[in-house]
């Protein structure tokens, strides 16, 4: 049964300050992986697809990376800004037979203090 | 613009009757659709996965007689609660996969059962 971890569960940093968000998962065997943001009381923004040949994807200020191999996921967020305090969570893609689900992580609230 | 539109954004309902969520894609054919919960400060659960034209497939411990599923079209998926209880009041997302841009989120529901 795959589960996804994300580490650290909750982060606050100055405004400004590089950060970097993990995520791993335990089987290997995924079609992608995407990195979601949510508000609160909101649904999910989608920030980041990575197919499973990939390694990295860039948004703006986002790069996501992914080592497959070592079911490893980072999410690396550049001069981060106070707007980008929400939840992000991370989720691998499974395709088995006809059909595929979504399984998430836990998430980690990210706080950027002005 | 959302590519998924989830109505209603929040309800509240008496214990004991029934309420209806719907899911449209507005530019893009679903074929499977997915209805999540999720708990306060928790990840998201996948509750089914919605098919067009069949019966959906609901994830192991979810009651399908409770929570009814229904795809009528490419476009459109709905989840009705039926006799809703206040243990069902919870956060309810659906989504789907655009093509390209993997999955795609609605915005989501918070139902209260008084």
């Known amino acids: 049964k795959q589960e996804v971890t994300q580490i650290p569960a909750a982060l606050s940093v100055p405004e400004g300050e590089n950060l970097v968000l993990n995520c791993s998962f335990t089987?290997?065997?995924?079609?992608?992986l995407q990195w979601f943001r949510q508000d609160p009381g909101k649904g999910l923004t989608s920030l980041l697809l990575?197919?499973?040949?990939?390694r990295e994807q860039t948004s703006g200020r986002l790069n996501a990376s992914l080592d497959k191999s070592s079911g490893r996921s980072t999410l690396y967020i550049a001069a981060s800004q106070p707007g980008d305090s929400a939840t992000y969570l991370c989720?691998?893609?499974?395709?088995?037979?006809?059909?595929?689900?979504?399984?998430f992580g836990k998430g980690t609230k990210l706080t950027v203090n002005p | 613009g959302a590519v998924v539109s989830q109505h209603p954004s929040w309800v509240i309902c008496k214990s004991g009757t029934s309420v209806k969520i719907e899911c449209r894609s507005l530019?893009?054919?679903?074929?499977?659709m997915f209805w999540y919960r999720q708990f306060p400060k928790q990840s998201l659960m996948l509750m089914a996965t919605?098919?067009?034209?069949?019966?959906?497939?609901?994830e192991q411990g979810v009651e399908k007689d409770k929570f009814l599923i229904n795809h009528a079209s490419l476009t459109l998926s709905t989840l009705t609660v039926t006799s809703a209880h206040p243990e069902d009041s919870s956060f309810y997302i659906c989504?789907?996969?655009?093509?390209?841009?993997?999955?795609?989120f609605g915005s989501g529901t918070r139902l209260t059962v008084v």
């Open positions: 989504s789907a996969v655009r093509p390209n841009y993997g999955y795609t």
């Open positions: 919605s098919n067009e034209g069949s019966k959906a497939t609901y």
């Open positions: 989720a691998v893609r499974e395709v088995q037979g006809g059909s595929e689900k979504l399984v």
């Open positions: 089987d290997s065997a995924i079609y992608n």
């Open positions: 990575i197919q499973s040949s990939q």
């Open positions: 530019d893009f054919q679903a074929t499977t």
